[in-house]
């Protein structure tokens, strides 16, 4: 496979160039993660990878729930680490989790509406997830499906930045501004209540909340699912209705 389809996607920096005022997003590597994480991409101009902060425990860098059988199931990607660990220092404890988690997705999902459609490309998509730590493995995936989604944006990571605050809002601070003098962060709701935006008023810069509700859509049974993978809906509705779930510039 061409993993060269997949790799380096920020290289178009088209629609950055046509805006007053970029729109930065930051967040974790995630796997596979949920439909709100694509629309928060979808929104920015720039995506920034927090790839070297500590692996957190029981988060969704190493697992993401899909369906199955009617009711949510976890996929998790096992991880060798040691106490202490980033994201990009952690690495998956086996080489087949691929091959396992390919399994359990036919598994759930031979059923699906648009299954015969969106599986082969799937099925490409996890042949070149690359040997390497678990951050680099879970962009690759979010690259690979924002390719597949026509998300067009640029991304970076964190640990290429080079700033020099390590912890909290000044941290994001920073990693925004090494991007753009003039920028506008689009920060998680779940931020609200602990993130001090004067702070980032006093830098010089905008910030806005990812607040865009969560699409319904159908998953081929009575009552629906939210915060599954985005592999749920790609599944249920096929790569082209998938993609239209996400409001691009919200």
């Known amino acids: 496979m061409d993993r060269g389809r997949y790799q380096h996607l920020a290289t178009n920096t ?32 720039v995506f920034i990878f927090l790839n070297d902060v500590q692996f957190p425990k029981n988060g969704f860098c190493n697992r993401v729930k899909v ?47 648009h299954y015969h459609a969106a599986w082969p490309r799937l099925v490409e998509i996890f042949a070149g997830i690359p040997n390497s730590s678990l951050a680099d493995s879970n962009q690759y995936l979010i690259e690979a499906m924002c390719s597949e989604l026509g998300l067009k944006c640029r991304f970076l ?27 506008t962060y689009l920060s998680g709701t779940g931020a609200r209540n602990y993130q001090n935006e004067d702070k980032f008023t006093a830098a010089g810069l905008g910030i806005r909340y990812n607040d865009q509700p969560h699409p319904n859509y159908e998953q081929d049974q009575d009552q629906f699912v939210a915060g599954l993978s985005i592999i749920d809906a790609v599944l249920h509705l096929g790569w082209q209705e998938a993609a239209e779930l996400l409001d691009r510039r919200s």
């Open 67 to 113: 369906l199955g059988d009617g009711r949510e199931r976890w996929l998790t990607v096992p991880v060798s680490k040691r106490f202490g660990d980033t994201i990009d220092q952690t690495r998956p404890a086996t080489g087949d989790w691929p091959e396992r988690h390919l399994d359990a997705l036919k598994n759930y999902y031979r059923k699906s509406s």
């Open 157 to 183: 990571k964190s640990s290429e930045i080079p700033v020099e605050a390590k912890t909290g809002d000044d941290r994001l601070i920073a990693l925004v501004a090494s991007v753009a003098l003039e920028a």
């Open 14 to 45: 088209s629609a950055v160039r046509n805006r007053n005022q970029l729109i930065v997003a930051i967040h974790q590597p995630n796997y596979l993660p949920w439909i709100g994480y694509f629309q928060k991409i979808a929104a920015s101009d």
